[in-house]
Protein backbone atom coordinates (compact mmCIF):
# COMPACT_ATOMS: atom_id res chain seq x y z
CA UNK A 1 0.00 0.00 0.00
CA UNK A 2 1.29 3.50 -0.89
CA UNK A 3 0.77 6.41 0.96
CA UNK A 4 1.22 10.37 -0.86
CA UNK A 5 4.75 11.70 -0.23
CA UNK A 6 6.35 15.09 -0.96
CA UNK A 7 9.73 16.14 -2.08
CA UNK A 8 10.09 19.57 -0.99
CA UNK A 9 13.18 21.58 0.36
CA UNK A 10 12.99 22.75 3.69
CA UNK A 11 12.48 26.49 2.48
CA UNK A 12 10.05 25.86 0.30
CA UNK A 13 7.71 24.11 2.70
CA UNK A 14 8.46 26.93 5.68
CA UNK A 15 7.51 29.49 2.50
CA UNK A 16 4.24 27.73 2.15
CA UNK A 17 3.62 27.57 5.78
CA UNK A 18 4.51 31.38 5.61
CA UNK A 19 2.03 32.31 2.86
CA UNK A 20 -0.79 30.61 5.46
CA UNK A 21 0.07 33.03 7.83
CA UNK A 22 0.59 36.10 5.97
CA UNK A 23 -1.84 38.66 6.56
CA UNK A 24 -1.68 41.36 4.84
CA UNK A 25 0.73 42.58 7.04
CA UNK A 26 -2.15 42.89 9.93
CA UNK A 27 -0.59 40.97 13.49
CA UNK A 28 -1.07 37.45 14.13
CA UNK A 29 -0.59 36.61 17.74
CA UNK A 30 -0.53 32.99 18.39
CA UNK A 31 -3.65 32.60 19.48
CA UNK A 32 -4.88 33.61 15.99
CA UNK A 33 -2.40 30.95 14.34
CA UNK A 34 -4.08 27.79 14.77
CA UNK A 35 -7.32 29.94 12.82
CA UNK A 36 -5.46 30.52 10.27
CA UNK A 37 -4.54 27.42 9.87
CA UNK A 38 -7.96 26.38 10.04
CA UNK A 39 -9.48 28.73 7.37
CA UNK A 40 -6.86 26.88 5.15
CA UNK A 41 -7.75 23.67 6.08
CA UNK A 42 -11.32 24.22 5.68
CA UNK A 43 -10.48 25.13 1.41
CA UNK A 44 -8.26 22.01 1.05
CA UNK A 45 -8.96 18.99 3.05
CA UNK A 46 -12.10 16.70 1.98
CA UNK A 47 -14.76 16.75 4.97
CA UNK A 48 -15.11 13.19 4.63
CA UNK A 49 -14.50 9.78 2.97
CA UNK A 50 -10.74 9.29 1.95
CA UNK A 51 -8.66 6.57 2.88
CA UNK A 52 -5.45 6.90 5.23
CA UNK A 53 -2.55 5.56 7.23
CA UNK A 54 -2.39 6.22 10.98
CA UNK A 55 0.37 6.31 12.92
CA UNK A 56 -0.58 5.72 16.21
CA UNK A 57 1.46 8.42 18.55
CA UNK A 58 3.77 6.72 21.21
CA UNK A 59 1.75 8.10 24.29
CA UNK A 60 -1.14 5.80 22.88
CA UNK A 61 1.63 2.85 21.65
CA UNK A 62 2.81 3.09 25.46
CA UNK A 63 -0.74 3.36 27.21
CA UNK A 64 -2.12 -0.24 25.05
CA UNK A 65 1.51 -1.37 25.20
CA UNK A 66 2.08 -1.58 21.70
CA UNK A 67 5.29 -1.45 19.39
CA UNK A 68 6.33 1.64 18.42
CA UNK A 69 5.65 3.25 15.55
CA UNK A 70 2.56 1.14 15.04
CA UNK A 71 0.47 1.82 11.79
CA UNK A 72 -3.31 1.26 10.83
CA UNK A 73 -5.16 1.36 7.81
CA UNK A 74 -8.96 3.52 7.60
CA UNK A 75 -11.03 5.95 6.48
CA UNK A 76 -11.56 9.54 7.52
CA UNK A 77 -15.34 9.80 8.77
CA UNK A 78 -15.04 13.32 9.49
CA UNK A 79 -12.73 16.06 10.12
CA UNK A 80 -13.04 18.56 12.77
CA UNK A 81 -11.66 22.05 11.49
CA UNK A 82 -12.04 23.75 14.46
CA UNK A 83 -9.65 21.31 16.02
CA UNK A 84 -7.45 20.35 13.07
CA UNK A 85 -8.64 16.45 14.01
CA UNK A 86 -10.47 13.62 11.95
CA UNK A 87 -12.80 10.68 13.54
CA UNK A 88 -11.10 7.75 11.71
CA UNK A 89 -12.36 4.69 11.32
CA UNK A 90 -9.86 1.86 11.84
CA UNK A 91 -10.52 -1.00 9.08
CA UNK A 92 -7.31 -3.11 8.81
CA UNK A 93 -4.20 -3.66 11.48
CA UNK A 94 -0.73 -4.97 10.76
CA UNK A 95 -0.57 -6.85 14.26
CA UNK A 96 -3.61 -9.13 14.83
CA UNK A 97 -2.84 -8.53 18.43
CA UNK A 98 -3.55 -4.93 18.57
CA UNK A 99 -7.04 -4.27 19.45
CA UNK A 100 -8.34 -0.56 18.96
CA UNK A 101 -11.60 0.93 18.89
CA UNK A 102 -13.37 1.21 15.94
CA UNK A 103 -13.66 4.78 15.77
CA UNK A 104 -10.59 7.34 16.71
CA UNK A 105 -10.85 10.91 16.88
CA UNK A 106 -7.08 11.99 15.77
CA UNK A 107 -4.79 14.99 14.77
CA UNK A 108 -4.67 15.25 11.06
CA UNK A 109 -0.85 15.40 10.99
CA UNK A 110 -0.97 11.78 12.71
CA UNK A 111 -2.79 10.69 8.59
CA UNK A 112 -0.93 9.37 5.52
CA UNK A 113 -3.44 9.44 2.78
CA UNK A 114 -3.21 6.45 0.45
CA UNK A 115 -2.35 6.90 -3.40
CA UNK A 116 -5.66 4.24 -4.05
CA UNK A 117 -9.00 5.39 -3.39
CA UNK A 118 -12.40 3.77 -3.21
CA UNK A 119 -13.77 7.43 -3.98
CA UNK A 120 -11.88 8.38 -6.99
CA UNK A 121 -13.60 11.56 -7.38
CA UNK A 122 -12.67 12.83 -4.01
CA UNK A 123 -9.83 15.58 -4.55
CA UNK A 124 -7.20 13.51 -2.28
CA UNK A 125 -3.95 15.10 -4.04
CA UNK A 126 -5.12 18.21 -2.48
CA UNK A 127 -6.38 16.84 0.73
CA UNK A 128 -2.73 14.79 1.07
CA UNK A 129 -0.66 18.11 0.45
CA UNK A 130 -2.41 19.86 2.77
CA UNK A 131 -2.08 17.48 5.05
CA UNK A 132 1.47 17.48 4.53
CA UNK A 133 1.82 21.15 4.57
CA UNK A 134 0.37 21.33 8.18
CA UNK A 135 2.21 18.81 9.32
CA UNK A 136 5.51 20.09 8.71
CA UNK A 137 4.73 23.22 10.55
CA UNK A 138 3.41 21.69 13.60
CA UNK A 139 6.55 19.49 13.36
CA UNK A 140 9.42 21.64 13.11
CA UNK A 141 7.88 25.26 13.21
CA UNK A 142 5.41 25.40 16.28
CA UNK A 143 6.30 24.92 19.72
CA UNK A 144 4.08 23.16 22.32
CA UNK A 145 4.32 26.01 24.39
CA UNK A 146 3.57 28.87 21.43
CA UNK A 147 0.35 28.59 23.06
CA UNK A 148 0.68 30.33 25.73
CA UNK A 149 2.42 33.20 23.81
CA UNK A 150 0.67 36.78 24.90
CA UNK A 151 -1.35 37.77 23.04
CA UNK A 152 -0.28 41.60 22.54
CA UNK A 153 2.74 40.20 20.55
CA UNK A 154 3.19 39.67 16.83
CA UNK A 155 4.29 35.95 17.32
CA UNK A 156 4.96 35.25 13.50
CA UNK A 157 7.23 38.53 13.51
CA UNK A 158 9.20 36.72 16.67
CA UNK A 159 9.81 33.48 16.02
CA UNK A 160 8.57 32.38 12.21
CA UNK A 161 11.90 33.97 10.75
CA UNK A 162 13.99 32.48 13.44
CA UNK A 163 12.31 28.92 13.59
CA UNK A 164 12.77 28.58 9.73
CA UNK A 165 16.46 29.84 9.85
CA UNK A 166 16.70 27.13 12.72
CA UNK A 167 15.21 24.08 10.34
CA UNK A 168 17.25 25.34 7.48
CA UNK A 169 20.64 25.37 9.30
CA UNK A 170 19.55 21.60 10.96
CA UNK A 171 18.75 20.73 7.23
CA UNK A 172 21.80 21.76 5.83
CA UNK A 173 23.76 20.28 8.22
CA UNK A 174 25.29 24.10 9.73
CA UNK A 175 25.16 23.12 13.52
CA UNK A 176 27.63 21.31 15.22
CA UNK A 177 26.55 17.77 15.28
CA UNK A 178 26.10 17.53 18.86
CA UNK A 179 24.41 20.50 18.69
CA UNK A 180 21.78 19.47 16.01
CA UNK A 181 21.21 16.78 18.16
CA UNK A 182 20.50 18.24 21.39
CA UNK A 183 18.05 20.53 19.71
CA UNK A 184 16.31 17.61 17.97
CA UNK A 185 16.01 16.00 21.31
CA UNK A 186 14.65 18.84 22.63
CA UNK A 187 12.01 19.14 20.27
CA UNK A 188 11.23 15.58 20.57
CA UNK A 189 11.16 15.81 24.25
CA UNK A 190 8.91 18.98 24.22
CA UNK A 191 6.40 17.13 21.76
CA UNK A 192 6.17 14.03 23.63
CA UNK A 193 5.02 16.15 26.58
CA UNK A 194 2.57 17.93 24.79
CA UNK A 195 1.18 14.79 23.85
CA UNK A 196 1.36 12.85 27.43
CA UNK A 197 -0.24 16.41 29.09
CA UNK A 198 -2.73 16.37 26.64
CA UNK A 199 -3.84 12.62 27.75
CA UNK A 200 -3.18 13.36 31.44
CA UNK A 201 -5.25 16.48 31.04
CA UNK A 202 -8.02 14.00 29.43
CA UNK A 203 -8.39 11.32 32.37
CA UNK A 204 -8.08 14.17 34.65
CA UNK A 205 -11.07 15.40 33.12
CA UNK A 206 -13.17 12.15 32.43
CA UNK A 207 -12.62 11.24 36.14
CA UNK A 208 -14.33 14.62 37.02
CA UNK A 209 -16.81 13.73 35.01
CA UNK A 210 -17.36 10.71 36.77
CA UNK A 211 -16.87 11.79 40.16
CA UNK A 212 -19.81 14.36 39.15
CA UNK A 213 -22.02 11.84 38.09
CA UNK A 214 -21.36 9.66 41.23
CA UNK A 215 -22.10 12.44 43.34
CA UNK A 216 -25.63 13.04 41.73
CA UNK A 217 -26.49 9.42 41.75
CA UNK A 218 -25.53 9.70 45.34
CA UNK A 219 -27.68 12.22 45.98
CA UNK A 220 -30.06 10.71 44.52
CA UNK A 221 -29.71 7.16 46.08
CA UNK A 222 -29.62 9.09 49.17
CA UNK A 223 -32.54 7.35 50.83
CA UNK A 224 -31.00 4.32 49.73
CA UNK A 225 -26.93 4.09 50.44
CA UNK A 226 -26.67 0.28 49.75
CA UNK A 227 -27.49 1.34 46.57
CA UNK A 228 -23.71 2.44 46.02
CA UNK A 229 -21.59 -0.57 47.62
CA UNK A 230 -21.30 -1.96 44.06
CA UNK A 231 -18.91 0.75 43.10
CA UNK A 232 -17.01 0.87 46.50
CA UNK A 233 -13.77 -1.04 46.51
CA UNK A 234 -13.84 -4.06 48.47
CA UNK A 235 -11.33 -3.75 51.60
CA UNK A 236 -11.99 -0.79 53.99
CA UNK A 237 -9.55 1.70 54.32
CA UNK A 238 -6.55 0.27 52.62
CA UNK A 239 -8.14 0.12 49.50
CA UNK A 240 -9.44 3.56 50.05
CA UNK A 241 -5.88 4.70 50.36
CA UNK A 242 -5.15 2.96 46.51
CA UNK A 243 -7.69 4.93 45.49
CA UNK A 244 -6.70 7.94 46.62
CA UNK A 245 -2.92 7.37 45.20
CA UNK A 246 -4.17 6.27 42.10
CA UNK A 247 -6.31 9.90 41.73
CA UNK A 248 -3.51 12.37 42.69
CA UNK A 249 -1.05 10.36 41.16
CA UNK A 250 -1.94 12.43 37.38
CA UNK A 251 -1.17 15.50 38.79
CA UNK A 252 1.79 14.72 40.01
CA UNK A 253 2.62 13.71 36.55
CA UNK A 254 1.47 17.11 35.69
CA UNK A 255 3.35 19.11 37.85
CA UNK A 256 6.38 17.49 36.56
CA UNK A 257 5.65 17.69 33.15
CA UNK A 258 4.70 21.02 33.39
CA UNK A 259 7.92 22.38 34.82
CA UNK A 260 10.28 20.03 32.36
CA UNK A 261 8.55 22.00 29.66
CA UNK A 262 9.51 25.02 31.22
CA UNK A 263 12.93 24.18 30.92
CA UNK A 264 13.01 22.84 27.64
CA UNK A 265 11.42 26.34 26.95
CA UNK A 266 14.09 28.52 28.20
CA UNK A 267 16.65 26.72 26.94
CA UNK A 268 15.54 26.03 23.23
CA UNK A 269 14.49 30.07 23.11
CA UNK A 270 18.35 30.33 23.67
CA UNK A 271 19.25 27.99 20.71
CA UNK A 272 16.26 29.30 18.45
CA UNK A 273 18.59 32.98 18.29
CA UNK A 274 20.94 32.73 15.17
CA UNK A 275 24.11 34.65 17.44
CA UNK A 276 23.40 32.25 20.32
CA UNK A 277 23.91 29.41 18.10
CA UNK A 278 26.51 31.17 15.55
CA UNK A 279 28.27 31.84 18.95
CA UNK A 280 28.30 28.40 20.44
CA UNK A 281 29.03 27.09 17.15
CA UNK A 282 32.08 29.34 16.37
CA UNK A 283 32.90 27.97 20.41
CA UNK A 284 33.10 24.46 19.54
CA UNK A 285 34.70 25.04 15.73
CA UNK A 286 37.86 26.43 17.14
CA UNK A 287 38.36 23.69 19.40
CA UNK A 288 37.95 25.19 23.08
CA UNK A 289 36.78 23.09 25.85
CA UNK A 290 35.62 24.01 29.38
CA UNK A 291 37.53 22.00 31.94
CA UNK A 292 34.83 22.34 34.88
CA UNK A 293 36.64 20.31 37.11
CA UNK A 294 39.67 23.41 37.03
CA UNK A 295 37.44 26.16 36.06
CA UNK A 296 39.90 26.95 33.03
CA UNK A 297 39.39 27.01 29.36
CA UNK A 298 41.58 24.11 27.73
CA UNK A 299 43.10 23.92 24.16
CA UNK A 300 41.61 20.73 22.78
CA UNK A 301 45.32 19.41 21.40
CA UNK A 302 46.13 16.14 19.68
CA UNK A 303 48.03 14.39 22.33
CA UNK A 304 49.10 10.84 23.42
CA UNK A 305 46.28 8.81 24.44
CA UNK A 306 45.48 9.01 28.04
CA UNK A 307 43.90 6.99 30.59
CA UNK A 308 41.26 8.56 32.71
CA UNK A 309 40.22 7.99 36.51
CA UNK A 310 36.87 9.17 37.06
CA UNK A 311 35.96 8.20 41.08
CA UNK A 312 33.10 9.35 42.96
CA UNK A 313 34.05 10.83 47.16
CA UNK A 314 34.98 7.89 49.14
CA UNK A 315 37.50 6.87 52.47
CA UNK A 316 41.22 7.12 51.16
CA UNK A 317 41.98 3.33 51.09
CA UNK A 318 38.93 3.35 48.67
CA UNK A 319 40.42 5.66 46.55
CA UNK A 320 43.87 3.41 46.96
CA UNK A 321 41.90 0.57 46.19
CA UNK A 322 40.89 1.76 42.85
CA UNK A 323 43.97 3.05 41.59
CA UNK A 324 45.56 -0.51 42.77
CA UNK A 325 42.67 -1.78 39.97
CA UNK A 326 43.24 0.67 37.28
CA UNK A 327 47.07 -0.42 37.54
CA UNK A 328 45.95 -3.79 36.96
CA UNK A 329 43.46 -3.24 33.96
CA UNK A 330 46.38 -1.52 32.28
CA UNK A 331 49.15 -3.81 32.49
CA UNK A 332 51.99 -2.94 30.49
CA UNK A 333 50.21 -0.17 29.03
CA UNK A 334 52.63 2.99 29.19
CA UNK A 335 49.81 5.50 29.69
CA UNK A 336 49.58 8.59 31.02
CA UNK A 337 46.80 9.09 33.71
CA UNK A 338 44.43 11.64 34.57
CA UNK A 339 41.71 11.80 37.19
CA UNK A 340 38.39 13.16 36.61
CA UNK A 341 36.27 14.51 38.81
CA UNK A 342 33.27 13.84 36.70
CA UNK A 343 32.22 11.58 34.22
CA UNK A 344 30.68 14.57 31.99
CA UNK A 345 33.80 16.56 32.50
CA UNK A 346 36.36 13.59 30.61
CA UNK A 347 33.95 12.88 28.18
CA UNK A 348 34.34 16.69 26.81
CA UNK A 349 38.05 16.55 27.52
CA UNK A 350 38.73 12.73 25.67
CA UNK A 351 39.90 12.13 22.66
CA UNK A 352 40.38 9.02 20.79
CA UNK A 353 41.83 6.16 21.79
CA UNK A 354 41.41 7.20 25.22
CA UNK A 355 40.81 4.61 28.23
CA UNK A 356 37.89 5.84 30.96
CA UNK A 357 38.12 3.73 34.16
CA UNK A 358 34.84 4.54 36.03
CA UNK A 359 34.18 3.54 40.31
CA UNK A 360 31.67 2.17 41.18
CA UNK A 361 29.14 4.53 42.10
CA UNK A 362 26.22 6.70 40.22
CA UNK A 363 27.90 8.48 37.14
CA UNK A 364 25.41 11.11 35.30
CA UNK A 365 25.89 12.64 32.14
CA UNK A 366 23.53 14.77 29.52
CA UNK A 367 23.98 15.75 26.16
CA UNK A 368 24.81 13.51 23.51
CA UNK A 369 27.78 12.45 21.00
CA UNK A 370 30.43 12.73 23.43
CA UNK A 371 31.68 8.78 22.67
CA UNK A 372 34.95 9.07 20.53
CA UNK A 373 36.01 6.22 17.81
CA UNK A 374 38.52 3.86 19.22
CA UNK A 375 37.73 4.67 22.63
CA UNK A 376 36.81 2.21 25.50
CA UNK A 377 34.93 2.53 28.88
CA UNK A 378 35.99 0.05 31.91
CA UNK A 379 34.17 -0.19 35.27
CA UNK A 380 36.35 -1.06 38.03
CA UNK A 381 34.34 -4.10 38.78
CA UNK A 382 33.31 -7.88 38.44
CA UNK A 383 31.13 -8.88 35.56
CA UNK A 384 29.74 -11.44 37.89
CA UNK A 385 28.96 -8.78 40.34
CA UNK A 386 27.13 -6.99 37.86
CA UNK A 387 25.18 -9.76 36.53
CA UNK A 388 24.06 -11.43 39.61
CA UNK A 389 23.16 -8.01 41.65
CA UNK A 390 19.25 -7.37 42.42
CA UNK A 391 18.31 -3.49 41.16
CA UNK A 392 20.27 -2.06 44.05
CA UNK A 393 23.40 -0.23 42.23
CA UNK A 394 24.88 1.59 44.90
CA UNK A 395 28.27 -0.82 44.36
CA UNK A 396 29.01 -0.81 40.80
CA UNK A 397 29.41 1.58 38.35
CA UNK A 398 26.68 3.02 36.90
CA UNK A 399 26.03 5.86 33.93
CA UNK A 400 22.16 7.10 33.87
CA UNK A 401 21.39 10.32 32.62
CA UNK A 402 21.02 13.28 34.40
CA UNK A 403 18.42 14.90 32.54
CA UNK A 404 15.11 13.39 30.59
CA UNK A 405 17.37 12.91 27.33
CA UNK A 406 15.60 11.01 24.60
CA UNK A 407 19.15 8.76 24.19
CA UNK A 408 21.41 8.04 27.02
CA UNK A 409 24.27 7.08 24.83
CA UNK A 410 25.13 7.76 21.10
CA UNK A 411 27.82 5.40 19.26
CA UNK A 412 29.38 6.48 15.71
CA UNK A 413 32.53 4.92 15.50
CA UNK A 414 34.28 1.64 17.29
CA UNK A 415 33.92 1.38 21.12
CA UNK A 416 34.30 -0.81 23.74
CA UNK A 417 32.02 -1.17 27.32
CA UNK A 418 33.38 -3.42 29.52
CA UNK A 419 31.56 -3.58 33.17
CA UNK A 420 29.04 -1.51 33.11
CA UNK A 421 25.53 -0.94 34.10
CA UNK A 422 23.37 1.70 31.98
CA UNK A 423 20.18 2.85 33.94
CA UNK A 424 17.81 4.03 31.03
CA UNK A 425 15.25 4.25 33.22
CA UNK A 426 14.83 8.64 32.15
CA UNK A 427 15.72 7.77 28.43
CA UNK A 428 13.60 6.70 25.46
CA UNK A 429 16.59 4.46 24.46
CA UNK A 430 19.39 3.16 25.75
CA UNK A 431 22.29 3.33 22.95
CA UNK A 432 21.81 3.93 19.84
CA UNK A 433 24.73 2.98 17.56
CA UNK A 434 25.04 5.10 14.26
CA UNK A 435 27.66 3.43 12.64
CA UNK A 436 30.58 1.41 13.37
CA UNK A 437 31.27 -1.46 15.99
CA UNK A 438 29.72 -1.38 19.36
CA UNK A 439 31.54 -4.05 21.68
CA UNK A 440 30.09 -4.29 25.12
CA UNK A 441 31.29 -7.27 27.75
CA UNK A 442 29.78 -8.13 30.99
CA UNK A 443 27.12 -5.09 30.82
CA UNK A 444 23.74 -4.69 31.98
CA UNK A 445 21.10 -2.06 30.27
CA UNK A 446 17.97 -1.83 32.30
CA UNK A 447 14.59 0.31 31.27
CA UNK A 448 12.21 1.15 33.60
CA UNK A 449 9.86 -1.91 33.34
CA UNK A 450 6.68 0.16 32.17
CA UNK A 451 7.24 1.55 28.23
CA UNK A 452 6.44 -0.63 25.28
CA UNK A 453 8.17 2.01 23.35
CA UNK A 454 11.40 1.99 25.43
CA UNK A 455 14.29 0.46 23.02
CA UNK A 456 17.78 -1.39 25.07
CA UNK A 457 19.80 -0.95 22.07
CA UNK A 458 18.85 0.43 18.46
CA UNK A 459 21.49 -0.60 15.50
CA UNK A 460 21.10 1.86 12.45
CA UNK A 461 21.66 0.84 9.12
CA UNK A 462 25.84 -0.57 8.55
CA UNK A 463 26.37 -0.92 12.32
CA UNK A 464 27.90 -3.95 14.07
CA UNK A 465 27.19 -5.20 17.54
CA UNK A 466 28.52 -7.74 19.33
CA UNK A 467 27.48 -8.22 23.09
CA UNK A 468 29.34 -10.97 25.12
CA UNK A 469 27.82 -11.83 28.83
CA UNK A 470 25.41 -9.12 28.74
CA UNK A 471 22.00 -8.37 30.55
CA UNK A 472 19.29 -6.44 29.22
CA UNK A 473 15.64 -6.40 30.86
CA UNK A 474 13.02 -4.22 31.42
CA UNK A 475 12.64 -2.89 28.21
CA UNK A 476 10.00 -2.02 25.67
CA UNK A 477 12.13 -3.40 23.09
CA UNK A 478 15.88 -5.39 24.23
CA UNK A 479 17.35 -4.64 20.72
CA UNK A 480 16.36 -3.41 17.15
CA UNK A 481 18.07 -4.27 14.18
CA UNK A 482 17.28 -1.78 11.49
CA UNK A 483 17.80 -3.13 7.91
CA UNK A 484 21.51 -4.12 7.08
CA UNK A 485 22.86 -3.86 10.43
CA UNK A 486 24.44 -7.07 12.05
CA UNK A 487 25.05 -8.65 16.13
CA UNK A 488 26.91 -10.76 17.56
CA UNK A 489 25.54 -12.58 21.18
CA UNK A 490 27.27 -14.93 22.94
CA UNK A 491 26.09 -15.77 26.59
CA UNK A 492 23.43 -13.14 26.07
CA UNK A 493 20.03 -12.62 28.81
CA UNK A 494 17.32 -10.81 27.55
CA UNK A 495 14.96 -11.01 30.38
CA UNK A 496 11.36 -9.20 31.12
CA UNK A 497 10.42 -7.27 28.18
CA UNK A 498 7.89 -7.28 25.72
CA UNK A 499 10.04 -7.67 22.53
CA UNK A 500 13.30 -9.03 23.35
CA UNK A 501 14.48 -8.54 19.64
CA UNK A 502 13.41 -7.56 16.86
CA UNK A 503 14.73 -7.61 12.79
CA UNK A 504 13.26 -4.69 11.03
CA UNK A 505 14.29 -6.64 7.67
CA UNK A 506 15.55 -9.62 6.33
CA UNK A 507 18.82 -8.01 5.52
CA UNK A 508 19.34 -8.37 9.36
CA UNK A 509 22.46 -10.74 10.02
CA UNK A 510 22.35 -12.44 13.48
CA UNK A 511 24.82 -14.81 15.31
CA UNK A 512 23.50 -16.21 18.67
CA UNK A 513 27.50 -17.87 19.48
CA UNK A 514 26.98 -21.36 21.47
CA UNK A 515 23.22 -22.04 21.78
CA UNK A 516 23.84 -19.82 24.87
CA UNK A 517 21.30 -16.70 24.64
CA UNK A 518 18.10 -16.35 26.88
CA UNK A 519 15.08 -15.08 26.29
CA UNK A 520 13.48 -15.15 29.19
CA UNK A 521 9.68 -13.62 30.40
CA UNK A 522 9.59 -11.93 27.48
CA UNK A 523 6.18 -11.26 25.48
CA UNK A 524 7.65 -12.06 22.57
CA UNK A 525 11.14 -13.09 22.24
CA UNK A 526 11.70 -12.50 18.22
CA UNK A 527 9.84 -10.63 15.94
CA UNK A 528 11.12 -11.18 12.26
CA UNK A 529 9.44 -8.32 10.18
CA UNK A 530 9.69 -8.51 5.96
CA UNK A 531 10.61 -12.32 6.35
CA UNK A 532 10.01 -13.54 2.29
CA UNK A 533 7.63 -16.72 2.78
CA UNK A 534 6.94 -17.99 -0.86
CA UNK A 535 3.58 -19.54 -1.38
CA UNK A 536 2.23 -19.09 2.34
CA UNK A 537 -0.77 -16.51 2.54
CA UNK A 538 -0.48 -16.09 6.28
CA UNK A 539 0.17 -12.72 7.59
CA UNK A 540 2.32 -13.98 9.94
CA UNK A 541 3.76 -17.03 12.09
CA UNK A 542 4.33 -17.94 15.62
CA UNK A 543 7.33 -20.57 16.00
CA UNK A 544 8.68 -21.76 18.94
CA UNK A 545 12.35 -22.53 17.85
CA UNK A 546 15.43 -20.23 16.33
CA UNK A 547 16.07 -22.86 13.94
CA UNK A 548 12.83 -22.50 12.38
CA UNK A 549 13.28 -19.13 12.04
CA UNK A 550 16.72 -19.58 10.57
CA UNK A 551 14.81 -21.86 7.96
CA UNK A 552 13.36 -18.63 6.23
CA UNK A 553 16.50 -16.64 6.32
CA UNK A 554 19.45 -19.27 6.65
CA UNK A 555 21.77 -16.68 4.91
CA UNK A 556 21.83 -14.26 7.74
CA UNK A 557 20.70 -15.92 10.83
CA UNK A 558 23.36 -18.48 12.61
CA UNK A 559 23.31 -20.02 16.21
CA UNK A 560 20.59 -21.06 18.51
CA UNK A 561 18.74 -19.40 21.67
CA UNK A 562 16.51 -20.56 24.56
CA UNK A 563 13.17 -19.22 25.21
CA UNK A 564 12.20 -19.45 29.15
CA UNK A 565 8.64 -18.37 30.30
CA UNK A 566 7.98 -15.97 26.93
CA UNK A 567 4.29 -16.21 25.86
CA UNK A 568 5.35 -16.34 22.26
CA UNK A 569 8.81 -17.50 21.48
CA UNK A 570 8.95 -15.97 17.88
CA UNK A 571 6.98 -14.29 14.96
CA UNK A 572 7.37 -13.91 11.68
CA UNK A 573 5.49 -11.19 9.41
CA UNK A 574 5.28 -12.57 6.10
CA UNK A 575 6.79 -9.42 3.40
CA UNK A 576 3.92 -10.14 0.75
CA UNK A 577 1.62 -9.22 3.70
CA UNK A 578 2.84 -6.26 5.00
CA UNK A 579 0.34 -3.45 5.58
CA UNK A 580 2.58 -0.57 3.46
CA UNK A 581 6.04 -1.38 1.67
CA UNK A 582 9.32 -1.54 3.47
CA UNK A 583 10.42 2.30 2.54
CA UNK A 584 7.22 4.05 3.37
CA UNK A 585 7.39 2.40 6.82
CA UNK A 586 10.70 3.84 7.26
CA UNK A 587 9.48 7.16 6.24
CA UNK A 588 6.19 6.77 8.90
CA UNK A 589 9.14 5.67 11.50
CA UNK A 590 11.75 9.06 10.64
CA UNK A 591 8.91 10.92 9.98
CA UNK A 592 8.77 13.96 12.73
CA UNK A 593 12.64 13.42 14.05
CA UNK A 594 11.72 10.10 16.05
CA UNK A 595 14.91 8.01 14.15
CA UNK A 596 16.33 11.69 13.03
CA UNK A 597 17.17 12.99 16.74
CA UNK A 598 20.63 11.60 16.42
CA UNK A 599 21.30 11.35 12.57
CA UNK A 600 22.51 14.06 10.36
CA UNK A 601 19.86 15.21 7.51
CA UNK A 602 21.01 14.63 3.98
Known sequence: MEVYTFEKSYLERLKEAEAVLSWDGAVIPASQVRSEWKSFVELQIEPTGWQAIWRIPRVICEDLKLRYPTIVYG???????????????VTAVQDNDIHLPERNEVHLIEL???LKQENTALNVDTTAECVDRLRFFYTYVWMPWDKDYDDDRDWVQQHLEARIQLACDLSKNKL?????????????????????????ELDLSDAEAESDDEAVELKDNGSDPSRKLPKTPVGGGGDRNVSLNMSTLPVTDLMGLHLRMAIIRSEFEILENTEMRRAYSELKANGIKCNLASGLLLDHVDRPALCHLVTVAGPLQQQIDLLLMAKQHLGNQKMDVSMGKSLQDVLTLSQSNDCIFLSPGQHTIKFLEHFNDKGCLKGLSKSETIMNCDKNFNQLPVICSSDEDSTLLVIDGDYTFTNLVFNCSRVRRG??????????KGCRLTGDGHSSTQEGIVCL???NLELKDCLIEDFGVGISMRPQSQAELGSVTIKNTLTG????DRSVAVNLQGSKCIFENCC????????????????ELVLKDFNELKSFNDQNLMGNCNFVKCRKCIRVFNESNQ????HLHEILREEGGEDKENIKIA
Open 579 to 582: LVAK
Open 431 to 440: ILLRNGNLYL
Open 75 to 89: YVDQVIFDELKAVFV
Open 112 to 114: WPT
Open 501 to 504: MELM
Open 524 to 539: VGIIADGISMPGRMEK
Open 461 to 463: PGA
Open 176 to 200: SRPLACHVRSLTMEARYIEQRLEYL
